[in-house]
């Protein structure tokens, strides 16, 4: 199982990134998969999900309404669009899917949001 996150970088407060997930070693289509982001000294926060089936779920409610998660099952790819941007989502962000008997999270890209 591979998860390889990408599009992190340093954005303007109110900016757009997109970020990506590219997803290996095991039947995609059939996973959900998840976003999720850290900032040091801090317990990771899960922010959205995408089922097979396409259902999204966000968990957080600082980011409902800017952040949209979808999926490419034909290239085994997930996206994370971020909009009007803010300070507080500074964070490592990572992607991942839970595979019995645990949840796999790639390495990480980061998001650092600031003028």
């Known amino acids: 199982v591979q998860l390889k996150e990408s599009g992190g970088g340093l954005v303007q407060p109110g900016g757009s990134l997109r970020l990506s997930c590219a997803a290996s070693?095991?039947?995609?289509?059939?996973?959900?998969i998840s976003w999720s982001r850290q900032v040091p000294g801090k317990e990771r926060e899960m922010v959205i999900t995408?089922?097979?089936?396409?259902?999204?779920?966000t968990y957080l409610g600082a980011v409902r309404g800017r952040f949209t998660i979808s999926r490419d099952n034909a290239n085994n790819m997930v996206y994370l669009q971020m909009n009007d941007l803010k300070p507080e989502d500074t964070a490592v962000y990572y992607c991942?899917?839970?595979?019995?008997?645990?949840?796999?999270w790639g390495p990480g890209t980061q998001v650092t949001v600031s003028s």
């Open positions: 991942g899917t839970y595979i019995a008997p645990q949840r796999r």
């Open positions: 070693g095991f039947a995609f289509s059939n996973y959900a």
């Open positions: 995408i089922t097979s089936r396409d259902t999204t779920t």
